[in-house]
């Protein structure tokens, strides 16, 4: 006699079932809305027959009952269905719903890092400024391999949220594979309750250039940053502004244009969705108008920029309003939508691409700076915790005696200030291109990184990040 197959692949063919049939109906739904022939109808229906017949005949003939409760295979049936459209449709749980809910009201709880899932490999896109892995020193593009003591290479985005979680003031060792120096590190990080002000710095540089910037685009970005820039302007009339969206991971579509609203008159194009349906095109236009008088604008981009990032920097760039300055972005350019269900759960589905004014898609290509300075992993690693402490950068000797290095130039700022110079002199930016190989030639010299020795990761594949999914 031949030995029982373990249960968990008994399962695991269940589901596929449910897969398979789970398709068929949404295919019937599809066909249903797109055809009005005769019969419609009824093929809808006898698909849905169908998945109903399998869930009962496995409801009432399978070997283990417990493990075959119909709002479970419906649910992990309809999970599956919806993660093999594309990487970024997803079925949510009521508890998964309410957590994307929080996230956006810029508070929820965690270690502070964005992660996706790419080419089987789960990807930190950026940490959030001020989090526990920010101050711990966790980049942007490290591989997630581990987390405790459990082995995260193959494990799903789902698993590792879940391991990342946990009560505030508990810690969590994160361990990562940094593909660009070949180290596996650990960090050992206190998990806490999060709450991301979007403006994390706000001052007045030389020559009166006002500089900001933003961490991530919520609820409350476009009010704090209006606070900010009113409270800039009352203490100069500002000449220029450098918008600082490195490592800004993105947002809410929404939060993009408000944000990008401060810069436009009123009714003025900032981006526009286009899906499926060539007749629904969606434009999104400025609403209420001006709120910062005109000047030139610098935006600040690295690869940790997304999303939301990409949409203020495209439509200032495209309208004429700025210029970018640094590294080409990470590329999120798809519109997921959350759809919920009358159950308390919804779906995550990806439902449109989006393209800046001037009819570009970033999706998967990024936006390409104006002027290209790149930092090396060495520098990014060392300004990311001068952005952190600028408290201390007043004190240079008391910076070298806690972090065993002397502050380094930020060579894109000093670029951004460079190219603002020239802008507020009246110089256009085929001028300014021009001119750019002579002051990105007097820039400080770009710190190399340390040798470090190599270890590989068995199973790693070189995936670059694309979608913005979680933070945790």
């Known amino acids: 006699m031949e030995s029982d197959p373990p249960k968990s692949m008994n399962r695991q063919a269940i589901f596929f079932v449910l897969i398979l049939l789970a398709a068929n109906v949404v295919l019937g739904a599809f066909q249903l809305s797109q055809r009005r022939a005769g019969g419609e109808d009824a093929d809808f229906y006898r698909n849905l027959d169908e998945f109903g017949q399998v869930l009962r005949l496995i409801r009432e003939n399978y070997v283990d009952p417990d493990s075959v409760e119909y709002e479970t295979m419906v649910e992990e049936a309809l999970k599956h269905l919806l993660r093999s459209l594309d990487s970024h449709s997803d ?50 593009g490290d591989r997630i391999v581990q987390v405790d003591e459990e082995d995260t290479r193959t494990a799903s985005l789902r698993q590792i949220v879940d391991l990342l979680r946990g009560e505030p003031g508990t810690k969590v ?20 309750i999060i709450q991301v002000d979007s403006v994390f710095d706000a001052e007045i540089l030389e020559g009166d250039v006002g500089y900001v910037r933003l961490t991530q685009f919520g609820d409350r970005t476009k009010d704090e940053l209006q606070e900010a820039l009113e409270g800039l302007l009352e203490e100069t009339e500002l000449e220029g502004l450098i918008l600082d969206l490195r490592n800004n991971p993105g947002g809410l579509l929404t939060a993009a244009v408000d944000v990008a609203d401060l810069f436009f008159d009123r009714n003025q194009l900032i981006v526009f969705t286009q899906g499926r349906d060539p007749d629904k095109r969606q ?19 690295n690869g940790g920029s997304a999303s939301a990032s990409e949409i203020v920097a495209g439509a200032l760039r495209d309208s004429g309003r700025g210029f970018i300055v ?47 300075v790149a930092h090396s992993v060495e520098e990014e690693s060392k300004l990311r915790l001068q952005r952190n402490r600028r408290d201390l950068l007043k004190n240079p000797e008391e910076f070298l005696e806690r972090y065993d290095f002397e ?66």
């Open 407 to 472: 502050p380094i130039p930020d060579r894109q700022l000093k670029a951004a200030l460079e190219i603002l110079r020239m802008r507020i002199a009246g110089l256009t930016m085929e001028e300014v291109q021009e001119q750019k190989s002579q002051f990105v030639e007097s820039l400080p010299e770009k710190e190399e990184m340390v040798e470090t020795p190599e270890e590989t990761i068995p199973g790693d594949t070189d995936a670059e990040p694309r979608e913005t999914i979680k933070i945790e």
């Open 283 to 301: 434009n999104l236009r400025s609403r209420r108008g001006r709120a910062v008088p005109e000047m030139p604008i610098a935006v600040l981009l």
């Open 91 to 140: 079925y949510l749980s009521r508890d998964r719903f309410s957590d994307l809910q929080s996230e956006t009201k810029q508070q929820f709880g965690g270690v502070g890092i964005q992660i996706e899932a790419r080419d089987g490999a789960i990807l930190v896109i950026a940490p959030i400024a001020g989090t526990p892995a920010d101050e711990a020193g966790v980049l942007a």
């Open 173 to 192: 060792d994160l361990t990562v594979y940094r593909q660009s120096t070949e180290e596996r590190l650990t960090f050992t990080l206190e998990r806490a």
């Open 326 to 372: 640094g590294e080409t972005s990470f590329g999120k350019g798809s519109v997921q939508s959350i759809l919920p269900l009358r159950s308390g759960d919804a779906l995550r589905l990806t439902t449109s691409l989006y393209y800046t004014p001037s009819g570009i898609s970033i999706h998967e290509k990024g936006i390409i700076p104006d002027v290209e």
